[in-house]
């Protein structure tokens, strides 16, 4: 499956962006997706996951009650609507796929996209 990551740019403190993946699959329902980030000097962290169906959701702490992913099967599109940013969540995100449980290490990865926050 390639992945074409979108959506990322520059936003004052409390704006919102929505980032969108674009998943070149014919079986994306079969894939299970997630978001990451990576910050200037920092490890690459999980920000939120999807199940196959949608069904199911995960968060990392410091996104939760701000940031919420959703899938589209009809677009075979995943989205990661953040509001209320923050500037510790500047990074560049990466969206990535799986099969199975949306747990545990996905094996498809995007580009990235930026997301700068200003204060």
């Known amino acids: 499956v390639q992945l074409q990551a979108s959506g990322g740019g520059l936003v004052q403190a409390g704006g919102s962006l929505r980032l969108s993946c674009a998943a070149t699959?014919?079986?994306?329902?079969?894939?299970?997706m997630g978001w990451f980030r990576q910050a200037p000097g920092k490890e690459r962290e999980f920000v939120a996951a999807i199940n196959w169906s949608g069904g199911r959701t995960n968060y990392a702490d410091f996104v939760k009650g701000r940031f919420t992913i959703s899938r589209d099967g009809a677009k075979n599109t995943v989205y990661l609507q953040m509001n209320n940013l923050k500037p510790e969540d500047t990074a560049v995100y990466y969206c990535a796929a799986k099969r199975g449980s949306e747990f545990g290490n996905y094996d498809n990865w995007g580009q990235g996209t930026q997301v700068t926050v200003s204060s």
């Open positions: 699959a014919r079986t994306f329902s079969s894939y299970a």
